[in-house]
């Protein structure tokens, strides 16, 4: 059944007045699913809204429309989480050596909160276009050229700011890793 533009029109406004009367809980409960971390539950959110506007989220009557958006909140919210968590690790594997394997990586992390700070001051070290261009590759996962072509800068600055952004970024992060290595065996020993 094909819906006309005025029924297609009329859902989304009924979706948009919904939306907004349960913004502020819908928020309290992205917070909670993000254990409190306020900017990853803007996030959230914000993906949730984009999931129901383009329909890759559908409301299909089968409970209460504040259950099923608290359970898209919730999946999007692990979705989210389990992403971060991966690229951590992968950013944790680059940096320590450059190519080596997933296993190398798992000692090497105390927390993924402490890698996540750490990561965090590192990129606020460089200059504003490397961490701008970094941030769009490793955490938005773009080409180095849609990465130049969002900062409105030629594909070839773009890969120079990659570049030096990978290496500033590997040389800052030895004294890190070392810390993390005295980290790990102080608390492997306290475990022996």
Partial sequence: ???????????????????????????????????????????????????????????DGRSAFKTWLFAVIRSTARETHRTIGRRLRLLSVWLTNGTGSQEAAGPALVSQNELRESVTRLLSTLSNRQREVLQLVFYHDLTVEQAAEVLGISIGSARVHYERGKDNLRRRWTPLEEQYDRARRGTNQAAV
Wanted: net charge negative.
């Fill in 1 to 59: 059944m094909e819906m006309t533009q005025d029924e297609v029109h009329q859902n989304s406004r009924d979706l948009l007045e919904k939306l907004q009367e349960l913004h502020v809980s819908a928020f309290t409960w992205s917070l909670h699913c993000c254990a409190g971390r306020r900017s990853d539950a803007e996030d959230v959110l914000q993906t949730v809204y984009l999931k129901l506007l383009t329909g890759s989220a559908r409301f």
